[in-house]
């Protein structure tokens, strides 16, 4: 599920059903149009979703708004000229200015009623304020009691950025604010950009909630919706009603309409339905449940299009997340989706990612942590997304799957440490052999660390027993390997100062460790869950090649590297660290994967990462693995970016893996002049001539309203055979989005794609 942006209002019309509540999960910030009384709060920050959604997510403003407070019993008057009658009431004239609390009214001419504190203006202007709001009017009435009358009023909200006017004003001594004929915007007073005219609107400050009847949007003297009845919050406060439609088109999918609707539940619940209208498709009934408690959190978001017009069936999307903490440190996850076809992502995934999802993993698991024991019981299934794979390529259903883990010290510090990791698998498949898989690896190792080295022998035995079923014809069913590990660690660490005045700090981290383990037969163990990783300085230092129990690579070799960094001397803030490394075999390995090719050098790849961060503007990720037998880069990778600023990025890459991918990217996004900005990603696939996606558009935000326009076409779909090297067909889209600053946008929202797109890119906030 998209992560969905977050408006101070949001607006739906209808034409023909009557009346329509809406609403939204609100942010407030400073706005960017100029105001004379606005006052930035102390803090703000976006809304908070109840939940599960609050560990990812910002928790709400926690500031105090202003409060009026009113001293009923002390009433201060001034003026020019004063009449004062027997019975205490009084006509004023002249720069009248009458004070309460924090009330203050001025006016050319009042007349005050003494025994109910009432203040009248029949002509002339008037001027009412307080925390709160400004009020300038042709007449009216104030009384502590009762509130205030205003005619013919200009207003405005001193704690957001909003104003208007009305034919009749009423305040009430709670701070609600009753408008009739009333005109409202939160752009400048000089340049009305956008805004929302009602026969009648109310605006809770207290509550923090604004309601209209009878209300028409207008952009630049257009109108663009009629609101029978809306609702907006004047605040950051979650309220249930309608988020704002998107709009958008698709190549493949046709015009899409969404109309979600937001359900405030509880403060730990909320729902939105997201009902989803595809003109070549049907109706698409998603939505999104989210919840958090004492001890769960989690969300629950679906998609259901009951009848596909252009599949000819229905299709469905469903996914979980659940953590259940539970007593003596357990806890319970789930985290599991499912999709009704293979071709699910690829007509409806946003971009390339989506269409290159394999499978989608199904996973329960029931862990116990504590100092020194992990226990972990797990359900994991796998929906295989990618119909081209042969079925004996698709991953192993694994139920059950325990494993238990301890580590123990020893002796002074605890250097000693010893313990074991263990695993008990079930791996069910329908096509291949089946059956169980148990692994006992105890280790007992002695850490030494001082200033400047660690030495860390270790020593372990590793004990695979199978009990296997639907195997070839003559094929043991009880296979089984033991073996020792031996292996001895070191490395030290120099340390200088540099720069001009020492503010850095230069180390050098040269480690090597030797490792034996002794070759035994293992071609007639099953091949369940095992892989050759990517070689990268982390591998170089593994006890085992492989990842998965089901080999073990024999090993008579010594891993040498040496890491470099950078570092601020008073903060320790890393600006580069480079490492380059390498392993040499005393003698060649035997133990090999079927499909993977044999080495006979004495010399591993040699692997080296370079990583920028932290220095001016600029970072970088460099990895290579050059094979120097026969001097060619077997795979390779970089990202360079330039970052002034967190909507101004640039960012190129480079992928490349020899034999199967070889791409590149860039992507960014920059102000081009006031209040002008421009967006654009390519990722282009260098083995296939093609590009993969290309997408680019602008953005125009003036102080009370954005407007953005963009174009995509992205390879959406796979290639119809295994073999080929084209890349399979694309889809075209266009989108235009139109924000109006604390009330509504029109469009979709893109914030969360850009995001997702353009690395390091972070959009600034519409308020």
Known sequence: ?????????????????????????????????????????SATTPAAPPAAAAQKKTAANTSTPKKLSVDSGKIDITSDHATIGLDGNATLQGNVSIRQGDRHITANEAHFNSKTN???????????????????????SYSPAAGADFRAAQFELLQRAARGSADKLRLTPQGVLDLEGVTYTTCPAAAPAWRMKASRITLDTRDKLGTGRSARVEFEGVPLVYLPWVSFPLGNERKSGFLFPSLGVSSRSGFILQVPYYWNIAPNLDFTFEPMEYTRRGTDLGGDFRYLTENQHGELSWNYLPDDDVYRKSRSRVKLTHV??????????????????????????????????????????????????????????????????????????????????????LGPGGRLHYGFS????????????????????????????????????????????????????????????????????????????????????????????????????QDGLPLFDTALPDLDPVQLFRSNRYVGADRVGDANQVSVAVTSRLLDAHDGRQFLAATLGET??????????????????????????????????WSADVA?????????????HFNIQYKPGPERVINVGYSYERGLIEQAEVSGAWPVARNWNVFARGVYSIEAHQALERFAGFEYRACCWRLRLGARRFVSRRPLTADTEATGPEDTALWLQLELNGLAGVGSATDTFLTEAIRGYSPAETK
């Open 422 to 521: 263990s695993e008990v698998v079930n791996f069910q498949r329908s096509v291949g052999v089946t059956g169980w898989r148990m692994d006992l690896l105890p280790e007992i190792s002695y850490r030494l660390d001082g200033a400047g080295y660690f030495v860390r022998p270790s020593l372990a035995w590793r004990a695979t027993q199978y009990e296997l079923s639907d195997g070839a014809p003559g094929q043991d069913r009880s296979p089984a390997r033991t073996l020792p590990i031996a292996s001895f660690d070191t490395g030290l660490f120099f340390e200088r100062d540099a720069g001009s005045h020492d503010q850095r700090r230069l180390t050098l981290e040269p480690r090597v460790m030797y490792l034996y383990v002794p070759y035994r037969q």
């Open 118 to 140: 009432d203040v009248k203006t029949d002509s002339g202007g008037v001027e009412y304020e307080d925390p709160l709001m400004r009020v300038t009017g042709e007449g009216g």
């Open 324 to 409: 259940t903490e539970l007593p003596d440190d357990f806890r319970f996850t789930i985290d599991a989706q499912n999709v009704s076809d293979t071709s699910y992502f690829e007509d409806f995934a946003q971009a390339p990612e989506g269409t290159s999802t394999a499978f989608v993993e199904r996973r329960a698991l029931l862990t116990y942590r504590d100092e020194h024991w992990r226990i972990d019981g797990e359900a994991q299934n796998f929906q295989t997304i990618d119909n081209t794979l042969d079925l004996a390529d698709r991953p192993y259903t694994r139920v059950p799957r325990l494993a238990v883990d301890s580590d123990f010290g």
């Open 584 to 617: 040499y075999y005393f003698a060649d390995p035997h133990v090999v994967l079927p499909d993977e090719e044999v080495r006979t050098d004495r010399r591993s790849d040699i692997v080296a990462q370079v990583s920028l961060s932290a220095f001016q503007d």
């Open 1 to 41: 599920m998209q992560r969905r942006r977050l408006f101070h209002t949001s607006v739906i019309y209808t034409l023909a059903l009557g009346s329509i509540a809406s609403g939204a999960r609100a942010q407030t910030a400073p706005p960017l149009c100029p105001s004379s009384s606005y006052q930035a709060p």
């Open 624 to 636: 290579l693995q050059w094979d120097p037998q026969t001097s060619r880069s077997e795979r390779s």
